[in-house]
């Protein structure tokens, strides 16, 4: 487990972007972006009226248009402001962003069944593995424990949110790897202890 920082905030909110265009069609988006479908829109106004009364006052947000995106909608709504922290985007699909899994397959025969094996360890070709991103997560809950004014929220992405989560929770890789976070959903985190707004 990676030593925790000092300057990781005690409390915290997640929230993941909403909905997308390539979330609908299976596509992995990785750093590449889609846009917000209507759906995705409504998860996020809807998230932030769950987040109306919880001192939030800044918002961290993955620099990618999806996040960003989502980040704005709740922000407005909470009179927050936004600061893009680029550790925070999703882990790098390289050569397989924007793939589906069935084209993966085909253009990358068995790399699914060799990520199985190994699933924290494994990089994406051209990209990053979760092992990689943990590092990013803990630099980016410093940095937004660093800007913010009491509990921050971080709107990122399902990967690299269950490395956050991981850092904010102590968790171990196994564990991490088994964490869901679908679209809409905002954690609570405060002093390791988890829960769904």
């Known amino acids: 487990m990676i030593p925790r920082d000092r300057h990781v905030p005690h409390r915290a909110y997640l929230a993941r972007h909403g909905q997308t265009t390539w979330s609908v069609e299976g596509r992995l988006q990785g750093q590449l972006d889609s846009p917000l479908t209507s759906d995705g829109i409504a998860q996020a106004r809807a998230a932030a009226e769950r987040l109306v009364g919880s001192g939030i006052g800044t918002v961290c947000s993955s620099p990618l248009g999806r996040a960003v995106a989502t980040a704005v909608i709740i922000a407005e709504r909470l009179d927050a402001r936004v600061i893009e922290?680029?550790?925070?985007?999703?882990?790098?699909?390289?050569?397989?962003?924007?793939?589906?899994?069935?084209?993966?397959?085909?253009?990358?025969?068995?790399?699914?069944?060799?990520?199985?094996?190994?699933?924290?360890?494994?990089?994406?070709?051209?990209?990053?593995?979760?092992?990689?991103?943990?590092?990013?997560?803990?630099?980016?809950?410093?940095?937004?424990?660093?800007?913010?004014?009491?509990?921050?929220?971080?709107?990122?992405?399902?990967?690299?949110?269950?490395?956050?989560?991981?850092?904010?929770?102590?968790?171990?890789?196994?564990?991490?790897?088994?964490?869901?976070?679908?679209?809409?959903?905002?954690?609570?985190?405060?002093?390791?202890?988890?829960?769904?707004?």
């Not at 979760?130 to 992405?157: F, I, M, T």
């Not at 949110?161 to 905002?186: F, I, Q």
């Open 85 to 197: 922290v680029a550790d925070l985007a999703e882990i790098d699909h390289g050569d397989m962003a924007g793939m589906t899994w069935a084209e993966i397959e085909e253009a990358f025969p068995g790399a699914r069944a060799d990520r199985a094996e190994n699933r924290y360890g494994w990089a994406f070709p051209g990209g990053e593995s979760y092992a990689q991103a943990r590092l990013r997560a803990r630099k980016a809950l410093s940095e937004c424990g660093w800007a913010a004014d009491g509990p921050p929220l971080l709107v990122s992405h399902e990967m690299i949110g269950r490395m956050l989560r991981a850092e904010l929770r102590g968790l171990d890789a196994a564990t991490a790897l088994s964490l869901r976070h679908p679209h809409g959903l905002v954690f609570d985190i405060d002093g390791g202890v988890e829960r769904v707004l």
